[in-house]
């Protein structure tokens, strides 16, 4: 175990693992490590109805996936609050001894009906000094002093609450059962929490939580509650609306590293990135710059076009080797690993997401004699010209001419060159009826390397399929 400060990532598994929790999750890593502490995964598994064990895995998974990794000696857990069951009850019951809180056996429906025939919202206190004993369907409500409670927001500053406004809150159900708001602080004080980073939603929460702090006997935690995610229309991302699972994105082929940048960038701006005229940074970079003062609290647009953006960014600057790995998933099983390796750093600076890949070179893995398909939009637009038919048979014969060992993307290009002159066309429209003949498409990766790739004999194959198809 480290010394320094503790943090914690404490999610609730009840369904994919959301971007915003997971920008939550890096946060508290990147200060973690630097500041040589503790990140505490606690799963918040106490909503019975809700949860599901799967969502754990996946949260877990998802966040090896960005980088947190359970092996580094930062981490700790995970741990369950489910585990910690009687400790929430017990905690529950110190504050009643304590005179911090008391039983109530108003139903919700007569805290209601009471609030209507008072006209405020809320519970009123109505059990506050009926020293009503524990009993079924008897809830157990926080006490809340007169006064204002004062937090301390690393991103927010002073924001101050005035306790008139929040009601004597529940602690336990009828059934006996701890609250969110209760389970939540009992494990944070057993885990040595110091330090509470998590999304804003939870702002309201935190006063009645900073009270149950003192109440419990310690001092609270230094809080910060970084801004909410939101989408074009300045609506909160929501998992109705928007796509907020990171494991979608991760299915729709963004790489660990994109996705863990541009999250970063989300209420936070590098120091040095308007300088450097990029907000592209390794990991190592920004864990050793971020600190919560510089994150901003108005609501941060998550962006999925900027998402993209880093995305082509990184897979244009990744290693060969680190390309292929990353894209194997992605390709189907029988296509020739080696052939694939070829062609990829051809393809890798078109790409916008690892999908896009095997539609863009699929043409180089047909069934043996199986003939590109190609559409006849683009077929009539490439065959159109009148030079191209001739441009083709001449072409198909200038490469016959040459045999594997002199098969490659310059003599290729240099063979071409020489037939076009003779018809006065230029580079970019003499490919396309030889693309269009080799690969079925109009665009796709340089066409001289996917010759080279393709091979001799499929190359001359398929231009004669194409020049018997223009003579019928
Ligand atoms: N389990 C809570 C959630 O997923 C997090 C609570 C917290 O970070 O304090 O929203």
Redesign the pocket.
């Known amino acids: 175990m480290t010394s320094g400060p503790r943090f914690r990532f404490?999610?609730?598994p009840t369904g994919m693992f959301h971007v915003g929790?997971a920008r939550s999750a890096l946060h508290n890593w990147a200060l973690a490590r630097r500041l040589g502490g503790t990140f505490v995964l606690r799963i918040?598994d106490t909503d019975e109805a809700r949860n599901n064990p799967e969502w754990t895995q996946g949260i877990i998974d998802a966040l090896a996936w960005i980088g947190i990794s359970s092996d580094d000696p930062h981490f700790e857990g995970p741990k369950f609050q489910s585990a910690n069951a009687d400790a929430h009850v017990a905690a529950a019951q110190r504050l009643a001894d304590a005179g911090h809180a008391y039983y109530c056996d108003l139903t919700g429906e007569e805290v209601q009906d009471r609030a209507r025939e008072l006209g405020i919202t809320g519970y009123d206190g109505y059990s506050r000094d009926r020293g009503l004993e524990p009993g079924p369907g008897r809830v157990l409500r926080f006490r809340v002093p007169d006064g204002e409670t004062v937090v301390e927001d690393a991103v927010r500053g002073t924001v101050t609450f005035d306790n008139s406004t929040i009601e004597d809150f529940v602690l336990l159900r009828g059934n006996g059962s701890p609250v969110f708001v209760l389970a939540?602080v009992v494990d944070d004080i057993e885990m040595a929490i110091t330090d509470?980073v998590?999304g804003e939603e939870?702002l309201p929460n935190t006063p009645k939580q900073q009270m149950l702090w003192s109440a419990l006997g310690h001092e609270p935690p230094r809080w910060a509650h970084v801004p909410v995610l939101v989408n074009e229309q300045r609506k909160k991302l929501s998992k109705r609306r928007d796509k907020v699972a990171l494991e979608q994105y991760r299915a729709d082929g963004i790489l660990p590293d994109a996705m863990v940048n541009y999250l970063m960038t989300l209420g936070w701006t590098m120091p040095g990135s308007e300088e450097a005229g990029s907000e592209i940074f390794p990991w190592s970079e920004m864990e050793a710059a971020f600190r919560l003062d510089d994150v901003t609290p108005s609501p941060a647009f998550f962006d999925v076009k900027k998402l993209i953006a880093f995305n082509k960014q990184y897979i244009k600057n990744m290693g060969v080797d680190a390309f292929v790995a990353a894209v194997d998933s992605e390709l189907p099983a029988e296509w020739d690993r080696a052939r694939f390796r070829e062609i990829a750093p051809h393809i890798m600076e078109r790409l916008e997401t690892l999908r896009d890949a095997p539609a863009l070179v699929d043409f180089l893995f047909l069934p043996d004699g199986s003939d590109p398909v190609v559409d006849d939009a683009s077929w009539d637009k490439a065959m159109q010209p009148d030079w191209a038919p001739a441009l083709l048979a001449e072409v198909t014969d200038a490469y016959a001419e040459h045999d594997a060992s002199s098969w490659n993307a310059d003599t290729l290009k240099a063979a071409i060159e020489a037939v076009m002159e003779r018809h006065e066309v230029k580079l970019g429209k003499a490919q396309a009826p030889v693309r269009v003949a080799v690969t079925g498409r109009s665009v796709g990766p340089p066409l001289f390397e996917s010759l080279e790739v393709l091979g001799r004999d499929e190359t001359l194959r398929r231009l004669r399929v194409a020049l018997t198809r223009l003579g019928d």
Do not use: Q
């Open positions: 404490a999610p609730s929790g918040e939540n509470v998590r939870h």
